[in-house]
């Protein structure tokens, strides 16, 4: 094989608590996290060096300056990362379409590497299990793991301990983005000069529903829960103004997704669903809007 294309899935947090602080500084995660079918496409073909051709011209808001086209590029650490855990010598080009926006809670670097792992797996005829390639892929990111499972999973620990669930039923997602900076590091400071306070455990109640394949858009809706958006929303009205803008057009719910500044709503009807991504579009031209779907484990 001497090429190979591999669709990089986005995610989204359905849920998102933290349960602790580990002593090097990480955050102990609960999350529901849910692959959408917005991707980015890594291209990967042999060649005798690695090298990184970034195309972004999908509206997503990425730009050179945002996403680096060279070594500091994930996708490009991870190329290096399994090449040399595999004792090839030689390199590989990736040409890496990027239409997931960056630094916006989608794990857009994550799944990119993600991405490149499997794929020089099979490019390089490397026959290495899932288990495998997650062990690598931890070394480059706590989210990069799911990214590699796909799908719907609980996610545990830093993000990096998953059980693997039954995706949601069929439903409409509405993803919209405001070309605005969030800082996760200022984000996860600001959470942790807040009080703690009990809450329910919507993502065990969500993983509950989706094993018994009870999980239909309404029922998801109910369960949605993301602790860092309390910060994030204070600090950033805007993205509250976002969420309650989808609910009055229409969404059974909707949310900030991990540290933001990305929103989802899920809708029932599609047309809804548009015609909402049209209305928020006259309010905020420059942002990146989709309609999207639920993507499940396996997809390629
Ligand atoms: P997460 O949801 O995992 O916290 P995110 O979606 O918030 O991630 P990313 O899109 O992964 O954030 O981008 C975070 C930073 O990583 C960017 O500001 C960018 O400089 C850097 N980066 C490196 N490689 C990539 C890549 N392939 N795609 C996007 N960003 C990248």
Redesign the pocket.
């Known amino acids: 094989m001497e090429e190979v294309s591999v669709k990089a899935y ?2 989204i947090n359905l849920t998102l608590d933290i349960t602790g602080r580990r002593e090097d500084g990480y955050h102990l995660l609960r999350s529901i996290m849910q692959q959408i079918s917005v991707f ?1 496409t890594v291209e990967l073909k042999k060649a005798d060096k690695i090298s990184l051709e ?1 195309i972004a011209d999908g509206g997503s808001g ?1 730009s050179h300056e ?3 086209a060279d070594g ?6 991870a190329a290096e990362l399994i090449l040399k855990e595999a004792g090839i010598s030689s390199g590989v080009e990736i040409i ?1 379409h ?1 239409n ?14 993600a991405a490149v792992l499997k794929g020089i797996n099979k490019l390089y005829g490397l026959g290495y299990d899932a288990d495998k390639l997650c062990a690598l892929g931890v070394r480059l ?3 990069v793991p799911f990214c590699i499972k796909g799908g719907t999973a609980m996610a545990e620990g830093i993000g990096d301990k998953l059980g693997i669930l039954p995706a949601p039923d069929k439903a409409e997602i509405l993803l919209f983005k405001l070309p605005m900076e969030v800082s ?1 590091k200022e984000v996860y400071q600001a959470y942790d000069a807040l009080e703690v306070t009990q809450r329910e455990d919507k993502s065990g109640r969500l993983e509950e529903l989706l094993k018994n394949g009870s999980a239909g858009p309404a029922a998801v809706a109910s369960c949605l829960m993301n602790v860092l958006a309390e910060v994030t929303e204070v600090q950033h009205p805007v993205i509250k103004d976002i969420r309650t803008d989808m609910l009055e057009q229409g969404a059974v719910g909707a949310l900030m ?3 933001g500044p ?1 929103v989802f709503g899920i809708f029932t009807d599609g047309n809804k669903a548009q015609e909402a991504l049209e209305n928020m579009k006259k309010s905020y031209p420059d942002a990146f809007g989709t309609v999207c779907s639920f993507v499940n484990g396996g997809e390629e």
Request: a positive charge.
């Open positions: 986005a995610k980015d970034l990425c945002v996403v680096p500091r590029n994930i996708a490009w650490k890496l990027k997931i926006p960056a630094a916006a809670g989608l794990a857009g670097g994550s799944t990119d590497a990111g706590a989210d996760t997704s991990g540290s990305s």
